[in-house]
């Protein structure tokens, strides 16, 4: 099948990068960008556009369409096309012997001094110079000419790199009418993904983070960012993980137009070990914690994290975190513990003593003497702070009760908790 | 004298065709219908509702991380339902229980929410085991709670290898557990004299509701002084 190649150069790429790149995607996937503007790869468009002619001719009408003032040129090579658009005399520049003869000699690469002493020769375009035999050209000026020989012959061996590092791709739907309910726009949001997935499947790629922008009827917008633990395509998976994201923070007013952004990342094998233990499926796990979360609160849903502190509390409910099914090397047999159960808010309490010694302890859900006591303690890893030492706690055991942790602060006794 | 293997060959077969594929084997290894606490000397039932009742320091908290501490240990993942926000996760990695697989949900002392957490988390199957824990939550409130949530719980987990387990003061979930478990202390012994005493161990009586002949298990929990 012969190749095709199409370059369009433009005076400024940092301004026209985007409508070159929206052009060149109208034809191919296979895209570089160069310093002068873009490269892509049109071959086996015979039969959707045409011969090159036709291809040039839809290029054309595509950078009109943009706003694009730019120069094309249409080869069998990257290089030749690249020449043509950067050397051609017309707007377009379809390749032909008569076209490629007459482009000028300083595309090529070809370092000043030679090219001088070309000029003096008389010599000013690739026709001229093809006609000079190849070996004087090598012998005259080294083996390196012959990279420029190559070019002139068309042989170039200069590979399409696509360089376009797409991150994203993105959608949007301007409304009619506005909506007060975002699950109104369900259906809307829906078609959206589709093409937005299909777009995404195209690069090989995955998402696991979808970027939801509605605009408001007061002309504000609400970002809502969206995150999966795993990457997935799975559109009904991501609409109730929107539905419920937004359903826990809803928009302050009606929705006049909504944009998704999808961001890529590498797919996720399926398979799983044969023998692996049980665990919920991701997509489950993660939307049941939505669910919890829009029923207990954003802030009551994760997992517990230990902090390397002596705190009351030294631990904290890390709510961005799910569980991750990971293995302990060792698997020594656990032993049951004294564990720790904390009142909240913790008991008021009525002690009495007897000289330094806790004698009674009463509170609204029990009442009883002291049977053993263990303290005082007192633990503040921030020593440098005061308010740290303030506080002041025993171990008890109370008749027909249980094994409770006193606490004394500013003078007001509480029952922090119990061992159980 | 040796028999031929051809004349042997049916034979066999015909009886390994009675003897379970090593795969199934396998998964019931990896996953047997029985989870045992041999430190305790007690079993729980995949697939089942267990309840630990006990009053206060009976040691039902102790008891019910062992078990995380066995499923999390092996990889599986775990969620507890805290009622009030009494949990302590200091305590529990102290039992051996892997944090990073536990799911970890505060329900703020609202009955209500912490029985639908449970519903949310029962449909979603897969979890090794989810702990309903409604210590500290009045007797008076879960009394009024429909007896159906607990036949909900008992159908949503059956065939799966979730063991759903509930602490509380009193038994709650009746004929819908499939084990249930009262807890008592028998005393706690202390170490040192005078004011230097230390909390060492609890010695607890485990009786079982449901087999009425069965003696009752004497177990202990000992107090991890070493990150205290």
Request: aromatic share 8%; with cysteine; net charge neutral.
């Amino acid at each position: 099948m012969p190749k095709l190649f199409v370059c369009i150069t433009v005076d400024d790429v940092s301004a026209a990068r985007r409508f070159l790149l929206a052009a060149a995607r109208e034809f191919s996937f296979a895209i570089e960008i160069i310093e002068d503007g873009i490269v892509f790869d049109a071959s086996g468009l015979e039969r959707l556009v045409g011969g090159p002619e036709s291809v040039a001719r839809r290029v054309q009408d595509s950078l009109d369409a943009l706003g694009v003032a730019g120069r094309i040129g249409l080869a069998d090579t990257a290089d030749a096309a690249m020449l043509l658009a950067r050397g051609g005399k017309n707007k377009t520049t379809v390749n032909s012997p008569q076209n490629f003869a007459s482009l000028p000699l300083g595309g090529l690469d070809i370092e000043r001094d030679t090219l001088n002493v070309l000029s003096d020769l008389g010599v000013a375009n690739i026709g001229e110079l093809l006609a000079i035999p190849r070996d004087e050209l090598s012998q005259r000026y080294g083996r390196d000419f012959d990279r420029v020989i190559k070019r002139i012959e068309q042989r170039g061996e200069r590979l399409l790199t696509p360089n376009i590092r797409e991150s994203r791709v993105s959608w949007s739907f301007d409304l009619d009418q506005p909506v007060e309910d975002f699950e109104q726009l369900i259906f809307i949001l829906n078609h959206g993904l589709e093409r937005l997935f299909a777009r995404v499947a195209n690069y090989g790629k995955s998402s696991d983070r979808i970027d939801i922008s509605l605009r408001l009827e007061n002309r504000k917008w609400r970002r809502y960012e969206i995150k999966a633990s795993f990457p997935t395509l799975e559109r009904g998976f991501w609409l109730k993980l929107i539905d419920l994201r937004v359903s826990l923070e809803p928009p302050e007013a009606a929705i006049a137009a909504v944009e998704a952004i999808a961001h890529f990342t590498k797919p996720r094998p399926d398979q799983r070990g044969l023998y692996a233990v049980s665990r919920p499926e991701p997509e489950s796990l993660l939307l049941t914690a939505g669910k919890l979360k829009k029923l207990v609160g954003t802030h009551d849903v994760g997992v517990p994290v230990l902090l390397n502190e002596r705190l009351a509390l030294p631990f904290r409910l890390d709510a961005d975190a799910l569980p991750v099914g990971k293995e302990k090397r060792e698997q020594n047999s656990p032993r049951p513990v004294i564990a720790f159960h904390y009142f909240r808010p913790a008991h008021r309490a009525e002690v009495e003593l007897c000289g330094r010694k806790i004698v009674h302890v009463r509170t609204r859900e029990f009442s009883g003497s002291v049977v053993e006591c263990g303290g005082v303690w007192r633990a503040a890893s921030k020593w440098w702070e005061a308010s740290g030492w303030r506080t002041q706690e025993w171990d008890v055991e109370v008749e027909n009760a249980g094994v409770y942790r006193l606490a004394l602060a500013n003078g007001e006794w509480s029952i922090v908790g119990e061992y159980d | 004298m040796q028999q031929p293997a051809t004349v042997c060959t049916p034979l066999v077969m015909s009886y390994l065709s009675l003897v379970k594929p090593l795969s199934h084997l396998r998964e019931e290894q990896e996953h047997p219908d029985e989870i045992v606490l041999g430190s305790v000397g007690v079993s729980f039932r995949r697939g089942a509702v267990s309840e630990i009742s006990g009053r206060a320091s009976s040691g039902k908290t102790g008891s019910t991380l062992v078990l995380l501490a066995q499923l999390t240990a092996a990889g599986e993942i775990c969620a507890v339902v805290d009622a009030t926000g009494g949990f302590d996760p200091s305590t529990a990695a102290q039992a051996g229980v892997e944090l990073a697989n536990l799911l970890w949900i505060r329900c703020g002392g609202d009955v209500e929410r912490s029985f639908l957490s449970a519903d949310h988390l029962v449909q979603a199957k897969g979890f090794g085991a989810i702990w309903l824990n409604l210590s500290g939550l009045s007797m008076q409130k879960l009394r009024l709670v429909p007896r159906t949530y607990w036949y909900r719980y008992r159908t949503r987990i059956k065939e799966t290898p979730t063991i759903f387990v509930v602490t509380s003061s009193e038994p709650l979930a009746g004929s819908a557990a499939n084990r249930s478990l009262e807890m008592s202390r028998e005393n706690a012994a202390w170490s040192g004299t005078g004011s230097f005493k230390l909390l060492r161990e609890f010695h607890l009586k485990i009786a079982s509701r449901k087999h009425y002949y069965e003696p009752p298990i004497y177990a202990k929990a000992e107090f991890d002084h070493t990150e205290n």
